[in-house]
């Protein structure tokens, strides 16, 4: 008896089609006459398609239908394709390699955009409005510092990380950011499921006052 073992079979191209796919694009091959041959791809590519029909009139899909054919018959197959049929060296083309930014960051815990801030302010900014731009931007690193370290940083660091971030072309004035720690406070959130509170409707309140009236005048009338 001969066994028949996957490995001892022809190659599968696109094995998500499976082999009676692979065989019957085979069988083209074998067809002599174009049109015949023709008219069967056409019949394959129906088959092809029910394997996905909601896809199957899609005009994208029939160009995918068609190009997997081509490519399961290994590019020998000659037939009257309504797309351009691919090639071996179409398939083959590998895309450019991507160029990732390289850019350093200094202090990791300001984030990437702290220093194009400060360029901006100092290469774009009218000189006018410079100081006030700084300043808006020693907010956003001290906002940025209570988020990473949970407190409140001092402003003799901000204005350091600020001159060593711009080159030496920035000097923040102290007095421009002394009040800057009452602008972020610590947000507390809020917690379900704990204590409920003790303050009362005055209507329920009222109520209770009714009823303990009247228990007190009851017990008053019992003792008489």
Same mark, same amino acid.
Do not use: C
């Given at each position: 008896?001969?066994?028949?073992?996957?490995f001892?079979?022809?190659?599968?191209?696109?094995?998500?089609?499976?082999?009676?796919?692979?065989?019957?694009?085979?069988?083209?091959?074998?067809?002599?006459d174009?049109?015949?041959?023709?008219r069967?791809?056409?019949?394959?590519?129906?088959?092809?398609?029910?394997?996905?029909?909601?896809?199957?009139?899609t005009?994208?899909?029939?160009?995918? &239908?068609?190009?997997?054919?081509?490519i399961?018959?290994d590019?020998? &197959?000659?037939v009257?394709?309504?797309?351009?049929?691919?090639?071996?060296q179409?398939?083959?083309l590998?895309p450019?390699? &991507?160029?990732?930014?390289?850019?350093?960051?200094?202090?990791?815990?300001?984030?990437?955009?702290?220093?194009?801030?400060?360029?901006?302010?100092?290469?774009?900014?009218?000189?006018?409005?410079?100081?006030?731009?700084?300043?808006?931007?020693a907010?956003? &690193?001290?906002?940025k510092?209570?988020?990473?370290?949970?407190?409140?940083?001092?402003?003799?660091?901000?204005?350091r990380?600020?001159?060593?971030?711009?080159?030496?072309?920035?000097?923040?004035?102290?007095?421009?950011?002394?009040?800057m720690?009452?602008d972020?406070r610590?947000?507390?959130?809020?917690?379900?499921?704990?204590?409920k509170?003790?303050?009362?409707?005055?209507?329920?309140?009222?109520?209770?006052q009714?009823?303990?009236?009247?228990k007190?005048g009851?017990?008053?009338?019992?003792?008489?």
């Amino acid at each position: 008896m001969r066994k028949n073992y996957n490995f001892t079979r022809s190659k599968l191209y696109l094995p998500e089609y499976g082999r009676h796919i692979h065989k019957m694009v085979d069988s083209l091959l074998l067809i002599e006459d174009r049109q015949e041959r023709t008219r069967q791809a056409k019949a394959v590519i129906a088959v092809m398609g029910n394997l996905n029909p909601m896809l199957r009139d899609t005009e994208e899909f029939k160009h995918k &239908l068609w190009d997997h054919l081509f490519i399961m018959s290994d590019f020998k &197959l000659d037939v009257d394709s309504p797309y351009v049929q691919p090639s071996r060296q179409d398939l083959a083309l590998r895309p450019e390699r &991507l160029r990732y930014p390289q850019s350093r960051i200094m202090f990791k815990h300001y984030g990437k955009y702290a220093q194009k801030l400060l360029r901006h302010a100092v290469e774009q900014m009218p000189s006018h409005d410079v100081q006030g731009e700084i300043v808006n931007v020693a907010r956003y &690193l001290r906002a940025k510092s209570y988020e990473y370290n949970n407190e409140h940083p001092n402003n003799d660091s901000i204005a350091r990380d600020i001159r060593l971030m711009s080159g030496g072309d920035v000097e923040l004035n102290l007095t421009d950011i002394s009040n800057m720690r009452s602008d972020y406070r610590q947000h507390q959130p809020n917690v379900r499921g704990g204590a409920k509170s003790k303050r009362q409707h005055p209507h329920q309140s009222s109520r209770k006052q009714q009823k303990g009236a009247q228990k007190g005048g009851a017990r008053h009338n019992q003792h008489k």
